[in-house]
């Protein structure tokens, strides 16, 4: 009768870790992913991930403020801060005071930075569309609960 490897001979693939670490180590394979795409598109497209992210939804919310962009980004205000910078330096992003709060910056895309809010294939959103096409929409919808439950228990 032949024995099964011991557990320190299997690679950890083959390792059953427990719901929690089984969990947690495709979190890590989901974000070592998401950087890796995004210093690709960085390279390639001239915008990182996070950067395209902004573009994406000031595209779809022109006028947003930067604290609503916060928010819907789930970031301090000062960790899209930098983003926004560098977006702005580089004739993507344009930003105006509101004019009925000063404290307020309202953002919006230029000329330039509409050039990048189109669909493109490279970009850690078109990883995402093609994964979901093949997600019934049910399991589409578990997969949001938990994820949103987890960074719900992060933030806390």
Request: charged content about 25%; cysteine-free.
């Amino acid at each position: 009768m032949r024995r099964p490897p011991s557990p320190l001979n299997r690679s950890p693939d083959e390792e059953h870790l427990g719901e929690v670490l089984d969990f947690m180590r495709l979190l890590w394979a989901v974000d070592h992913g998401l950087n890796s795409v995004s210093k690709r598109m960085g390279r390639e497209l001239g915008v990182t991930g996070p950067q395209r992210l902004v573009i994406r939804i000031v595209g779809r919310f022109p006028g947003i403020p930067a604290g609503r962009l916060a928010a819907v980004l789930h970031v301090h205000p000062s960790t899209l801060t930098g983003v926004l910078k560098r977006l702005e330096s580089r004739g993507i992003l344009q930003r105006r005071l509101d004019p009925t709060d000063a404290r307020r910056s309202l953002l919006s895309l230029t000329a330039r930075g509409r050039t990048y809010d189109e669909h493109r294939s490279g970009t850690v959103e078109e990883a995402v569309r093609r994964a979901l096409a093949n997600v019934p929409r049910h399991k589409l919808f578990s997969a949001q609960s938990v994820l949103s439950s987890l960074a719900e228990e992060l933030a806390r």
